[in-house]
């Protein structure tokens, strides 16, 4: 629903990681077919945007929702300096409530991420299906063989400019902050990408993301909405924080010389740790905020992690980035696409640290 946005940041973006189909098409069997067949689905029921804001039998909602994305999305080309394509300017309803379910995977005893590589999109932390069935089923060989995993819902979909990206029904139920949000991001895929360093890919767009939010919002004059999503954005970097000194933690523990057993009764005792941390952050500095109390809802493992160090790994250097053009975006994607041509150890040793620690 349209108003501020109450959803975390963090649990957003694991419902909206970039599926790479332009690049899974070229995997092989199975894979290759379900990647097919949910492009074509989408291909099929796709809808211009402006054909439906005239067209007198769409739905009232729908019809203010979608006016609020052209906006946005007219914003994020002529104001952010992001693609004037047609990505984001036709609609689908796939029916469902997430278009792509991704699977992440890290060994037992290892906080590094699992990686699939494909030709163009080169190698990616997440195997992205149309059908959650597939994704779990995945996800469950894997477990099989031993490794930790998580299965994710994605309700936004890029395929980083190689297809007429649609604006999805999944989407819609977000508030405007969220949607706005999720646009500008992927849109900043289509500017800088580069093949095999998702830390860096996705860090760039989240703050691309972040300049463009406060950008926009402050131009249609709804600072209550900013000052909202400022409270909420200083929430979430507390969040992610104590994941990411968590993985820290059991990433020492994995190379430590301790026996397996006594790995396994430690890595227990970290998540533990975690939670209560998480448990006394909530009410000591959020008067109860429980916003994040699902993803604490459940057994945790190595690859829940997975997604806050390629979120935000590398987002502290880069924002250092962007405030040392004068936050000028245009100068700062040109920044990143001079890290782009760097080695990703090199790129590592300029913005994304911790990402790489």
Known sequence: MPGTDHTPSFIARLCRIALVLAASLSAGGCYLIQAATGQMELT??????????????????????????????TFASQELGL????????????????????VFATDEFSVQPKRWCFPIAGCVVYRGYFKENNAKTYARRLRLRGSDTAVGGVAAYSTLGHFKDPVLNTMLGWSDVQ?????????????VYVPGDSEFNEAFATVVEEAGLQRWLA???????????????????????????????LDALYRSDLPDDEKRDRKQYEFGVLKLQYSQLKAEQWNGYRGYDAWFGR???????????????????????????????????????ELAKETREARAAAVCAVADS
Do not use: M
């Open 299 to 337: 057994t945790l493992n190595n690859a829940h992690l997975v997604s806050a160090a390629t979120y935000y790994g590398c987002v502290p250097g880069l924002r250092r980035l962007l405030q040392s053009v004068d936050s000028d975006l245009p100068r700062f994607y040109e920044k990143a696409r």
């Open 44 to 73: 099929s029921k796709r809808q211009p945007i402006a054909k439906l804001l005239t067209d007198a039998r769409t739905p009232e909602q729908l019809r203010d929702r979608l006016e609020y994305v052209s906006a946005a999305r």
């Open 219 to 249: 131009s249609r004059g709804r600072l209550k909405d900013l000052d909202a999503w400022n409270e909420q954005r200083e929430r979430n970097a507390q969040f992610v924080a104590l994941l990411l000194q968590t993985r820290e933690r």
């Open 179 to 191: 949607l706005a949000a999720t646009l500008f991001h992927e849109l900043a895929h289509q500017v």
């Open 83 to 102: 693609p004037d394509n047609d990505s984001y300017r036709s609609y689908a309803d796939v029916g469902r409530p997430y278009v792509v379910w991704n």
